[in-house]
């Protein structure tokens, strides 16, 4: 793998999925690739209503990184994801991730 997020091309995987019954995409990965698989999924009809993402704490730990680095906001197709943190690896990020991103209904 590389560590240039925006230089993988996923294309083929998300197009198998796309075309398989899977409306509910488990995703376990680093927040960098996180962010370029769902705007290759939004552009692709992916992101929306009709399908459910639910990320491991290798995307949620490092949320932050998610953000549009322009506005400083998440991307429409970040909102709406499931995520979880274990209290295992991720305890002490638990209260940070909650103090800037919860939000009461």
Not at 6 to 24: H, T
Request: net charge negative; proline share 1%; hydrophobic share 40%.
């Amino acid at each position: 793998l590389t560590n240039d997020f925006e230089s993988i091309d996923v294309s083929g995987q998300m197009l198998n999925l796309r075309n398989s019954a899977a409306r509910i995409i488990i995703m376990n990965v680093h927040s960098g690739y996180a962010r370029r698989i769902l705007k290759i999924a939004d552009e692709m009809g992916m992101v929306g209503p009709d399908y459910g993402w639910v990320v491991t704490d290798g995307t949620v730990k490092d949320a932050a990184k998610l953000l549009n680095s322009t506005t400083g906001v998440f991307d429409t197709y970040v909102q709406g994801m499931i995520g979880f943190m274990t209290s295992m690896c991720c305890a002490d990020k638990r209260e940070k991730l909650m103090e800037e991103f919860h939000v009461d209904a």
